[in-house]
Each structure stands twice: as C-alpha cells, then as structure tokens.
Nanobody, 122 residues
C-alpha cells in the first residue's frame, strides 16, 4: 500500500510564495519520476513540473522562472517552491509519483495524492 500526502497549500497574496510538500509512504521499493499537476474546476489536469530520480526537471511554460521542483530521495518527499504567485495559479495542486512497491519491484505504477488547494488573492 502506497500513500501520497500533499501539504503546504493555503491563501497567499499576489506576488507571495508558498512551498508545497508531497510525502510518499508505504511499501516502497523505488520512486521514479515525481511531479506536480494542477486542475481548475471544469478544466483538464495540467502538468506543472516533474523531476526524475536523478534530479532532471521539466516545467510548464506558465511557471518557468517562478516555481522550483525538488525532492529528497532519502525522505521520499518532493517539494514545489512557488514564488511570484499570480491569481491564475489558484487551483488544486496534485502530486503524482511513479512507484514500484516491495511486492512488485519490477512493476511501476502511478500514484496520486488527494490534492491541496492554493488560493492567490488579495
């Protein structure tokens, strides 16, 4: 059993910062790529940023230069530092991790967290 738990969402003024965390727990053998996605009401879920186990990163154009993704492999935790936040960044943010479990170490599956709400408003 694997769980992903996001934290760090909340209300912030435009131009402010937030740091999201995503902690993976359970019978984990290996975590490959981790990523942050966001989904506004009535819209498709979109990629925000991803990071491989080796630390290679990828960002959506809309967040480049403002958001930084990182991970601590020893803690099975991923972070998203969000700076210069804009009202259009308001939505629910989800973490996703590609994980192989101890029961099936050669099978990688995608796991999702339940989301954390980020609201950017004055």
């Amino acid at each position: 059993q694997v769980q992903l738990v996001e934290s760090g969402g909340g209300l912030v003024q435009p131009g402010g910062s937030l740091r999201l965390s995503c902690a993976a727990s359970g019978t984990i053998f290996k975590i490959n790529t981790m990523g942050w996605y966001r989904q506004a009401l009535g819209k498709q879920r979109e990629l925000v940023a991803t990071i491989t186990s080796g630390g290679s990163t990828n960002y959506a154009d809309s967040v480049k230069g403002r958001f930084t993704i990182s991970r601590d492999n020893a803690k099975n935790t991923m972070y998203l530092q969000m700076n210069s936040l804009k009202p259009e960044d308001t939505t629910v943010y989800f973490c996703k991790s590609d994980i192989a479990t101890l029961l099936e170490p050669v099978r990688v599956m995608a796991y999702w967290g339940e989301g954390t709400l980020v609201t950017v408003s004055s």
